[in-house]
């Protein structure tokens, strides 16, 4: 896992119009993901939807989606919860078959300190038998993994990476300027990928990806290859789309995104609602934006 790297996909959970998983939907959106430039899954995060999922459901959304990749991508799946001892029995429990990696977000609601943080991932390390990514996420767990804290469970033998979307490029530097050699930073915020990548980030785990897996991939390629010039032009190309996805939440826009491109519904679940007619005709016109930017 330590060479993983590029465009990782958070990837969406498509719905029918009655609520249920859209299993043929989902099986498009992999078969996008593996046509574009993508470099491996992330499966039953943030974007997915997942609170909202029965176990039953993400059982077979996951397995869905280990079967359709047929092991082309590395898969990691998003086991988090904010109650250590009730995640760390799940993990031990749950069957990681067909997945390389586990990344778990900090707790959210309780708000611990840095000390409560260190404890609780040092447990889902032990627990799992997957290497394990972290994922800093203040705007929806309402608590900050420091820099330091990161650095101190990079450590760990179980720790190989983070997702860092805490937005806060100070705290990301210190991060990638005093990490260990073998330890991955990744984005977890589309508009920062570049910008991440610049100070030696490994590439991005992205919402827009799910949609645009090519344009956006190859911007984190180029970036990644030292292609700035290029990669700033891809970057400026997709800013207004990027922003557009998350204007009324996440998913709901990057769904209304996949309806247009005819992949899956843009039906999300309460307390989610899906994307106002007034965004989908912005994201309508981004796409065709992009249709027209210079190659």
Known sequence: ???????????????????????????????????????????????????TLTLEEQRSVLDFVIEINAKRKFIVVGLAGNDTAALCDRIENFDLTGVDAVLSACPHYN????????????????ASNKPVMLYNVPSRTGCNLAAETTLELANHPNIFAIKEASGDLAQID???????SNFLVFSGDDALTLAMIASGADGVISVIGNALPTVFGEMVHQALF??????RQAHLDLATS???IFAEGNPSGIKAMLEHLGICSSNVRLPLVPASQELKDKIYSCLAQLDKAPN
């Not at 708000?111 to 032990?126: D, S, Y």
């Not at 210190?174 to 260990?180: A, D, G, V």
């Not at 030292?226 to 990669?231: N, V």
């Open 111 to 126: 708000k611990p300190t840095q000390n409560g943080l260190r404890a609780h991932f040092t447990a889902v390390a032990e």
């Open 226 to 231: 030292g292609q700035i010039i290029e990669a």
């Open 1 to 51: 896992m330590n060479k993983l790297s590029g465009l990782g996909v958070a990837m969406v959970t498509p719905f029918t119009v009655t609520g249920k998983v859209d299993f043929p939907a989902l099986q498009r959106l992999v078969e996008h993901l593996l046509l574009g430039a993508c470099d491996f899954f992330v499966v039953l995060g943030t974007t997915a939807e997942t609170p």
């Open 174 to 180: 210190f991060i990638l300027k005093n990490r260990p």
């Open 242 to 244: 990027i922003d557009a």
